[in-house]
């Protein structure tokens, strides 16, 4: 029962696929995802969150001119449409000013209030820049020595019989060198997996970690430090890495896949990785203090943005070696991905919070030009590099890097094509479309096992037993493939084909704990 991971790489269709999908789909709906309208744009240039002004004096011919805030205003709906993204925040920065600052769509898809400016999203892992920020700011004050190992900061031992532990430093943290894991299994102790410092691997364990350290350093929780040294400098009135009662009206809900809104998380611990909640426009506020250099002696800010580590091309969380070209193009800095582009040098990061939010931000210092892009939804990473081409006029590296499957692709446009039409009939057409296609055309695995769980999230559990029935007889070596189609199967209240496949998929790993677990309810029944 191996869900579909946060960032997943996919492997496309033939054109042709894609086309006869999309064409039966309009035919049916007239525009995909036509079931959730972003609605109108919900605050005028202008205008921030809680009517704080802001500048938006634009240069002629500049990237964040009148014609680009047309352009997106125009693209932005469009993409969530097709996209299935509920929810869309957007802030942009021109010459290390906010220049313009809009909501588009709904916080709620079952409420159905609009997003506007003063909507509070998630920030995920957008959180981890902020907090960086804070740390720089206690190198600049002499509290904290970006190469001395924590553990001379931090007494006792935070890692069990692994004397690596005493290499780790901030500045490995921040460069997600630790050799630690993005998070350790529940309830497992927490490991090193690599020395220290010799590659990358992406990890929200690290930040914890360096979290305790900046707590015991300053005698202080993370929400007040993090309140005292950056948000209140930096007028992020809205801001805060626990929850605040004032995000009760004002929560955009996060949403998965399917489209389903999730339950609110009110953090009342934060936690520097992942916690933070603001707004478009707070988050712009933070882009351009780094831009300009505010709060940091130039000497501290350069070493942010100073590439210290190149990333791996073949992988994100690298805590076991993975095979693949270092990349040329994006690399690490303290706290914050940066990447070579044809603008210049940039920095930026991505945030993805269990596929209900995703998030990402981006800025080159040569114009001092940015923007910040949040949603509410696990869809909303699928049209972010869009609005980014049409922001910057260029695809950024960093998509190529992180694989989030586009809102385009012909596995998503199936899965619009489902709601519609029903699995029998797309299925049909699928199967056609491939009769002459290779294997690189074919769904994956993966892709199909997506398709199958968003399906049972949409309530549409039959369907979802002939996707999976498909992927097994695409993948019948696949011990996940019958796991969950006989998870479908028990969906659907058909107990001995639930058994059948389950007992098929314990065959084929009988390390499948899982499937031991649902025989044992199952036949106990």
């Given at each position: 029962?191996?869900?579909?991971?946060?960032?997943?790489?996919?492997?496309?269709?033939?054109?042709?696929l894609?086309?006869v999908?999309?064409?039966?789909?309009?035919?049916?709906t007239?525009?995909?995802?036509?079931?959730?309208?972003?609605?109108?744009i919900?605050?005028p240039?202008?205008?921030?969150?809680?009517?704080?002004?802001?500048?938006?004096?634009?240069?002629?011919?500049?990237?964040?001119?009148t014609?680009?805030?047309?352009?997106?205003?125009?693209a932005?709906?469009?993409?969530?449409?097709?996209?299935?993204?509920?929810g869309?925040?957007?802030?942009?920065?021109?010459?290390?000013?906010?220049?313009?600052?809009?909501?588009?769509?709904?916080?709620?898809?079952?409420?159905?209030?609009?997003?506007?400016?003063?909507?509070?999203?998630?920030?995920?892992?957008?959180s981890?820049?902020?907090?960086?920020?804070?740390?720089?700011?206690?190198?600049?004050?002499?509290?904290l020595?970006?190469?001395?190992?924590?553990?001379?900061?931090?007494?006792?031992s935070?890692?069990e019989?692994?004397n690596?532990?005493?290499a780790?430093?901030?500045?490995l943290v921040?460069?997600?060198?630790?050799?630690?894991?993005?998070w350790?299994?529940?309830?497992?102790?927490?490991?090193i997996y690599?020395?220290?410092?010799?590659?990358?691997?992406y990890?929200?364990e690290?930040?914890?970690?360096?979290q305790k350290?900046?707590?015991?350093?300053?005698?202080?929780g993370?929400?007040?430090?993090?309140?005292?040294?950056v948000?209140?400098?930096?007028?992020?009135?809205?801001s805060?890495?626990?929850?605040?009662?004032?995000?009760?009206?004002?929560?955009?809900?996060?949403?998965?896949?399917?489209?389903?809104?999730?339950?609110v998380?009110?953090?009342?611990?934060?936690?520097?990785?992942?916690?933070?909640?603001?707004?478009?426009?707070?988050?712009?506020?933070?882009m351009?203090?780094?831009?300009?250099?505010?709060g940091?002696?130039?000497?501290?800010?350069?070493?942010?943005?100073?590439?210290?580590?190149?990333?791996n091309?073949?992988?994100?969380?690298?805590?076991?070696?993975?095979?693949?070209p270092?990349?040329?193009r994006?690399?690490?800095?303290l706290?914050?991905?940066?990447?070579?582009?044809?603008?210049?040098?940039?920095f930026?990061?991505?945030?993805?919070?269990?596929?209900?939010y995703?998030?990402?931000?981006?800025?080159?210092?040569?114009?001092?030009?940015?923007?910040?892009?949040?949603?509410?939804?696990?869809?909303?990473?699928?049209?972010?590099?869009?609005?980014?081409?049409i922001?910057?006029?260029?695809?950024l590296?960093?998509?190529?890097?992180?694989?989030?499957?586009?809102?385009?692709?012909?596995?998503?446009?199936m899965f619009?094509?489902?709601?519609?039409?029903?699995?029998?009939a797309?299925?049909?057409?699928y199967?056609?479309?491939r009769?002459?296609a290779?294997?690189?055309?074919?769904?994956?695995?993966s892709?199909?096992?997506g398709?199958?769980?968003?399906?049972?999230?949409?309530?549409?559990?039959s369907?979802?037993?002939?996707i999976?029935?498909?992927?097994?007889?695409?993948?019948?070596?696949?011990?996940?493939?019958?796991?969950?189609?006989?998870e479908?199967?028990t969906?659907?209240?058909?107990?001995e084909?639930?058994?059948?496949?389950?007992?098929?998929s314990?065959?084929?790993n009988?390390?499948?704990?899982n499937?031991?677990?649902?025989?044992?309810?199952?036949?106990?029944?």
């Amino acid at each position: 029962m191996i869900r579909p991971l946060d960032q997943s790489r996919f492997v496309s269709f033939s054109r042709v696929l894609a086309f006869v999908i999309l064409a039966g789909l309009l035919a049916v709906t007239g525009t995909i995802g036509a079931e959730r309208e972003p609605g109108p744009i919900s605050q005028p240039v202008g205008i921030s969150d809680r009517g704080r002004s802001v500048d938006n004096r634009s240069s002629a011919g500049s990237p964040q001119g009148t014609d680009l805030s047309a352009k997106l205003e125009k693209a932005i709906p469009r993409l969530m449409r097709e996209g299935d993204v509920p929810g869309v925040s957007v802030a942009l920065i021109e010459n290390g000013e906010i220049v313009y600052s809009r909501g588009f769509g709904i916080k709620n898809a079952n409420t159905r209030g609009p997003v506007d400016t003063d909507t509070i999203f998630e920030a995920a892992s957008l959180s981890k820049p902020v907090f960086a920020y804070a740390v720089m700011k206690l190198v600049d004050a002499g509290k904290l020595d970006l190469d001395t190992p924590v553990v001379k900061y931090l007494p006792g031992s935070y890692v069990e019989n692994d004397n690596r532990v005493n290499a780790i430093t901030a500045r490995l943290v921040l460069s997600h060198t630790t050799g630690f894991p993005n998070w350790r299994p529940f309830g497992q102790p927490l490991k090193i997996y690599f020395e220290p410092g010799s590659r990358f691997s992406y990890s929200g364990e690290g930040f914890v970690y360096l979290q305790k350290v900046v707590e015991h350093i300053t005698g202080k929780g993370l929400t007040e430090v993090m309140k005292e040294m950056v948000l209140d400098p930096l007028d992020m009135r809205s801001s805060s890495y626990v929850w605040q009662d004032i995000y009760d009206t004002r929560i955009a809900v996060g949403h998965s896949e399917a489209g389903i809104a999730r339950v609110v998380r009110k953090p009342s611990e934060p936690n520097a990785a992942a916690s933070l909640h603001t707004t478009a426009t707070d988050y712009a506020r933070f882009m351009t203090a780094l831009l300009n250099g505010t709060g940091l002696k130039p000497e501290t800010r350069s070493k942010m943005l100073t590439p210290q580590v190149k990333v791996n091309e073949g992988c994100v969380n690298c805590t076991f070696a993975v095979p693949g070209p270092l990349s040329e193009r994006v690399g690490w800095g303290l706290g914050v991905g940066l990447e070579q582009t044809g603008l210049g040098p940039g920095f930026w990061h991505w945030g993805d919070n269990n596929s209900e939010y995703h998030c990402f931000m981006a800025a080159f210092e040569g114009k001092k030009t940015g923007i910040v892009i949040f949603t509410n939804s696990g869809n909303g990473l699928s049209i972010v590099p869009e609005i980014t081409s049409i922001t910057f006029g260029i695809k950024l590296p960093a998509f190529d890097w992180l694989h989030y499957e586009p809102y385009n692709s012909p596995a998503k446009i199936m899965f619009q094509s489902v709601l519609t039409q029903g699995a029998a009939a797309v299925l049909i057409k699928y199967r056609e479309s491939r009769t002459s296609a290779s294997k690189s055309e074919v769904l994956s695995e993966s892709q199909m096992n997506g398709l199958g769980y968003r399906l049972l999230q949409k309530g549409k559990a039959s369907d979802a037993v002939e996707i999976f029935k498909q992927n097994v007889a695409d993948y019948p070596a696949s011990a996940n493939a019958y796991d969950s189609l006989g998870e479908a199967y028990t969906k659907v209240g058909d107990k001995e084909q639930a058994i059948k496949n389950y007992k098929k998929s314990l065959e084929l790993n009988p390390e499948n704990k899982n499937a031991v677990q649902a025989l044992k309810k199952l036949e106990a029944k």
